[in-house]
């Protein structure tokens, strides 16, 4: 675990990684799938969405494993990675925002849908997520302070309840494909605020303790 | 240009129309070359294989649209029964479920039920006609399909409904051993569809049972399937095993699951969107990532023959 760790560290092995999606998209292609071929753009339109709401999982996923698993060396690499991760998230969902333009094929009809909540999720979160990307680089931290910055990035949970809904409105019946993707997700965030709430009651049950001891 | 000689990927099943005569040479290859992987699956001798070549009906030949590519009818599909993936559809179907031979029974308020293998049924009804339909799915895309079949009209003018029969209720066949779709999901299997006794007895209403002249692959609907093209995909139903002529209004699965976005009627109509997506335009199967949209025309084009069967109807809260 350890050396795996060390190898995933290196910065070029990350870049690798975070492009392994697109590299796999080709696969259809060169297979002459007719579920690419049928209707390239809806498939691509599909596909890099997903990829984005993966990696957006993985880095939503970060803190509450350090909190779960603080001394983990691979949970202690995805948290040295953190911020590259976020910003390929917002690449994809570029990539998903732009196939979207062209799966709609002009202006006119881009522009039609934005009054369905199923698409204004979508480009409100994208708009979001073009906020953290900006600001996600050392300087908007000086200019922000640690403590705005960090208040500015909470938007990411703002954003997970945008995805969520985007997912599950994509979807025909039921909500399976969206509980795959996040309820991962979900039970991590849940563990964490729950050791969070033990260790505020313990501090609380510490001070009111400390007189008689 | 006409191509007579047999091509070595052509099956032995001769066609009216094979794929080969709607296109150019050029075209065909390219269509041939990019799916020949998919070749595989689908086509082989099954489903209910008599009543080929059947004969064009050049009353339903819609000039200046060209017919997607066979490979892309059958390797793009919606059979929730198989797989929510389109492309996994051809795949699963082709893996154990037989559809030859196949019993279909027409029964209800009618004066002469039947229970029927689907080949001696065409044989009753005369043979196979091709006939080529627009095929618009609620999903925003569209085909165009030469449709291998006969027309319903003539199975309800030998089953003789009664005064009762209103609707027409239609049932696709229920096997989870086979259909690993079955299994589970949130859809009250078996899928269901129905039509007015009026809209059943339109002549655009085809049973079909061939696509561009063969047997009709099982993913698409193997052996016998519900052909109502100026309604949305999901009203033609695949795979019937049961007709029934019925006094109440069947519901149908679609409207069941989710009665705010899929309506009994679903008539293709540009005006009015779908909850989540507009109608008005769609994505043309085949045509590629660059390719515009097309206009979604009322009635998905078919005005004409259907138009009077909703007079006074308002389309908006009957969709």
Known sequence: MASLARILRKRWILYILLCLPMAYVVVPVLQSDTKYFADPAKYLLDYVGLAATWLFVVVLSITPLRRISPKSALVNTLAYHRRQIGVSVFIYAALHFLIYYAYTGSWAEFVKDWDKLFILSGIAGFVLLLVLAITSNNRSVRALGSKNWKRVHRLAYLIMFLLIYHQAAQEKTGFRETAQVFAPLLILQTWRLGLYARKTLRAKNATTDSPNS | ?319
Request: proline share 6%; hydrophobic share 35%.
């Open chain 2, 1 to 319: 240009m006409h191509i007579s000689k047999r091509q070595p990927w052509n099956l032995p099943e001769s066609a009216a129309t094979p794929e080969a005569d709607f296109i150019n040479r050029r075209r065909f290859l390219k269509a041939v070359g990019l799916g020949s992987g998919a070749l595989l699956g689908g086509s082989l001798a099954r489903a209910a294989t008599s009543g080929f070549p059947s004969k064009v009906n050049a009353d339903y030949r819609l000039e200046g649209l060209e017919p997607t590519a066979y490979d892309l009818i059958k390797g793009y599909n919606n059979f929730y029964e198989f797989s929510y993936d389109k492309g996994e559809v051809q795949e699963l179907a082709n893996k154990g479920w037989e559809t030859e031979p196949w019993e279909i029974q027409v029964k209800g308020h009618v004066a002469n039920p039947l229970k029927i293998d689907v080949n001696e049924l065409i044989a009753k009804m005369g043979g196979i006609e091709q006939r080529v339909y627009r095929f618009r799915c609620v999903e925003a895309w569209s085909m165009v399909i030469p449709w291998d079949g006969f027309a319903l009209s003539k199975l309800i003018d030998l089953v003789e409904p009664t005064d009762k029969a209103k609707y027409v209720k239609f049932t696709t066949f229920y096997d989870p051993k086979v259909a690993p779709g079955q299994r589970g999901g949130s859809i009250d299997w078996p899928y269901v569809e129905g039509l007015t006794i009026e809209e059943a007895r339109n002549e655009l209403s085809f049973l079909a049972t061939g696509i561009y002249g063969k047997a009709i692959p099982n993913q698409n609907g193997a052996p016998i399937r519900l052909v109502v093209p100026w309604k949305y995909g999901f009203k033609s139903i695949k795979s019937i095993v049961k007709i029934e002529f019925t006094s109440k209004r069947p519901l149908n699965t679609w409207q069941d699951l989710q009665p705010k976005e899929y309506g009994f009627y679903a008539n293709v109509n540009p005006n009015v969107d779908h909850p989540r997506w507009s109608q008005a335009t769609e994505r043309v199967i085949g045509s590629g990532f660059f390719s515009k949209r097309k206009d979604t025309l009322m009635f998905n084009g078919y005005e004409e023959q259907v138009a009077h069967l909703y007079e006074g109807m308002d389309l908006k809260r009957y969709y």
